[in-house]
């Protein structure tokens, strides 16, 4: 049983990388010139149909996807013109309430299959979600790893400071399984939203070491140093992915699963370390 930890108190904001966003300078300026003025502009946008072409696939997905999503977005908008890829990257459990609460998005990567099960149980998954990955949690330390970590025995110890994630989010579940198979008890000192946050715990040097997921450790090319464990099998993570019932751009969603499902995705995802399902 955990002792009560100090939980991280800093919101979750959406990450987004847009591309092409509709320029709205112009229809701004068209209110304050003359009439003749709006008559060229009208017949200038007229021959211009790309603005009005412009739509946004939304995708709400796992923080530890951030990499490899970002990827894959820059691949999706050079296969179809016109599209900008906005992401929301955050803990799962906090996307799984985003979509149930009505948030508009057209797909949902979730890092293990409970979250995703609280969307699609509440009619919000258009068809039966598909696992497209797997991944496994690793020890984070610092590079000169100051606490002398080996195992995962070494952070039960009293003079180690450990941050994990929350319970509710899928790398904290997974933690959670991890001891529970092995009986090795961490108190940690934090708590946080999500993978990312508890990885920046070490990065920053502020905690000996964090459960974090393998493909974080590859994520922060030399900022922090994974060590295996071979009690991480006991809880290796599946992602589902599935387009969303009410999605905004149902075409977009569809495309995006597939391209999330096809070889190229696979390749994209087992670089950043992920096991491809």
Same mark, same amino acid.
């Given at each position: ?29 068209? @209110? ?23 739509? @946004? ?206 070889? @190229? ?10 096991? @491809?399902?």
């Amino acid at each position: 049983m955990r002792e009560s930890p100090r939980h991280s108190s800093s919101p979750v904001f959406p990450r987004r990388r847009l591309r092409g966003t509709p320029v709205l300078a112009a229809a701004l300026l068209l @209110t304050a010139v003359g009439c003749g003025q709006v008559e060229d502009d009208d017949s200038a946008a007229a021959g211009d149909g790309s603005a009005a072409a412009e739509r @946004t696939l939304t995708v709400f997905a796992a923080a530890s996807l951030t990499e490899s999503f970002e990827e894959l977005g820059t691949r999706f908008e050079e296969s179809e013109p016109g599209v900008a890829v906005e992401f929301n990257f955050a803990g799962s459990s906090e996307l799984a309430q985003q979509i149930n609460e009505g948030a508009p998005a057209d797909v949902f990567a979730s890092a293990n299959p409970a979250n995703m099960d609280l969307v699609a149980e509440a009619g919000g998954a258009d068809g039966e979600p598909a696992v497209f990955v797997r991944n496994i949690l690793e020890i984070a330390v610092p590079p000169d790893n100051p606490a002398g970590i080996e195992e995962l025995a070494d952070l039960a110890g009293d003079d180690v400071s450990v941050a994990l994630c929350a319970v509710e989010v899928p790398c904290g579940a997974a933690a959670e399984a991890v001891m529970d198979d092995s009986g090795v008890e961490i108190t940690p000192v934090t708590e946080e939203e999500d993978v990312r946050a508890a990885l920046t715990k070490v990065e920053l040097g502020e905690v000996d070491a964090a459960l974090v997921y393998r493909t974080d450790v590859i994520a922060s090319a030399g900022a922090v140093t994974g060590i295996e464990f071979p009690e991480a099998e006991s809880a290796i993570n599946d992602y589902p992915i599935a387009a969303l019932a009410e999605a905004p751009e149902p075409e977009l969603a569809r495309a995006w699963v597939e391209l999330v499902t096809s070889e @190229t995705g696979a390749e994209i995802l087992s670089d950043a370390g992920f096991r @491809t399902a």
